[in-house]
């Protein structure tokens, strides 16, 4: 079964960026989408980008649009969100799932990771 790990999380400044990645094991990322998502305290999870095991395509969350960039690399199994101009509202814990499409529902996103905390002070 797909297994994902993320990492990359951490304590940043506003303005900064993190590299988040999110890498499988076990089997190859190529026959899965591979979403991003967060969880602020008291808030419900949501969804921040995906990519397309198929063609690539990208999809992102409003707030996130042009702050974020999702990217694969298949031959390290490694799905990333590179975060840049971090804001304090971006802190969350941020997991990855996979699914068989982008399009998929929330809550048809199988497996997820165990997250990694981003912290963006105020």
């Known amino acids: 079964q797909l297994q994902l790990v993320e990492s990359g999380g951490g304590l940043v400044q506003p303005g900064g960026s993190l590299n988040l990645s999110c890498t499988a094991s076990?089997?190859?990322?190529?026959?899965?989408?591979i979403g991003w998502f967060r969880q602020a305290p008291g808030k419900y999870l949501e969804g921040v980008a995906c990519i397309s095991h198929r063609d690539g395509s990208t999809y992102y969350f409003d707030s996130v649009n042009y702050r974020f960039t999702i990217s694969r690399d298949n031959a390290k199994n490694t799905v990333y969100l590179q975060m840049n101009k971090l804001k304090p509202e971006d802190t969350a814990i941020y997991y990855c799932?996979?699914?068989?499409?982008?399009?998929?529902?929330?809550?048809?996103?199988?497996?997820w990771g165990q997250g990694t905390q981003v912290t963006v002070p105020s």
């Open positions: 076990e089997f190859d990322l190529d026959n899965h989408d």
């Open positions: 799932a996979g699914a068989t499409s982008c399009q998929d529902a929330q809550d048809d996103f199988a497996p």
